[in-house]
């Protein structure tokens, strides 16, 4: 394993991040202000508690995963995608690096800065609200699990992308309307019993109700399904990103 390479490739990526340090970070920081104003004060003063749980708490989950999810996938598609545009990326296939090798440093440092922002969500969010966390560590574990899936997703859109708009169809168009479909600001068990399956066929339910029990011990799906379905999606994001290194498709710009 080539670790200099790696880390090289780590450090670029976050030596970027911080240069936008600002915009990176007060833009979360405001939407999150601006959610707990609409749903927190507006809706909360109408429900005044999910499950027993404050409704102003009870969203705190969902907006860490829904920032989590944009930023891990427009982090890693931009990351990889603005070296096939540039050109630069000829630089990386003709360097002694393995696509492994490729995909950990890029990938990591997209998982890095999503699950950093998710923290300061976190940091915000307690002064509107009271934190409870039930199982720390459960929720350091699932917030590293997603944030590492929607990389490698995020990474497999940037080799797909052939131009700027392309990076933003799915994150804009897929991502996030699933996000806000899947739970993010209420339980689906308030919904009637059709949408109520409907709502099952969305892969974020189960990444919501996972990270949401992981701080009031309460889930609309079992933790294990949450789990195993958040480990498949892995699995087929590691396949893609291991067919496209393999057949070369559209690695080069």
Known sequence: MNWPAVRAIYRFEMGRFWRTAGQSILAPVISTTL??????????????????????????????????????????????????????????????????EVVLGFVGAAASKSILIGLIILATSALFVPL????PIWMIGILLLTAVTFSLFGFVIGLWADGFEKLQLVPL???????????????????????????????????????????????????????????LFLVICLGLV????????????
């Not at 809706?43 to 969902?62: C, E, K, N, Q, T």
């Not at 540039?86 to 696509?99: D, F, K, R, V």
């Not at 291991?242 to 710009?253: C, N, Q, V």
Request: without cysteine; positive net charge.
């Open 35 to 100: 959610y707990f104003v609409v749903f927190g004060a507006a809706i909360g003063s109408r429900v005044s508690a999910v499950d027993d749980v404050p409704y102003g708490l009870f969203i705190v989950p969902g907006l860490i995963m829904l920032s989590l999810l944009t930023q891990s996938i427009s982090n890693a598609s931009f990351g990889i995608y603005f070296p096939r545009f540039a050109g630069t990326i000829y630089e990386i296939l003709s360097a002694p690096i393995s696509p492994l």
């Open 132 to 135: 409870r966390i039930d199982h």
């Open 173 to 231: 168009l897929v991502v996030t309307p699933l996000t806000f479909l899947g739970g993010s600001f209420y339980a689906i068990s308030m919904l009637p019993p059709f949408w109520h399956a409907v709502s099952l066929v969305n892969p974020v339910v189960y990444l919501i109700s996972a990270f949401r029990w992981a701080f009031f011990g309460k889930a609309d799906v079992s933790i294990a399904i949450s789990l195993g379905m958040t480990a």
């Open 242 to 253: 291991t067919y496209i290194f393999r057949t070369g498709y559209r690695l080069k710009s």
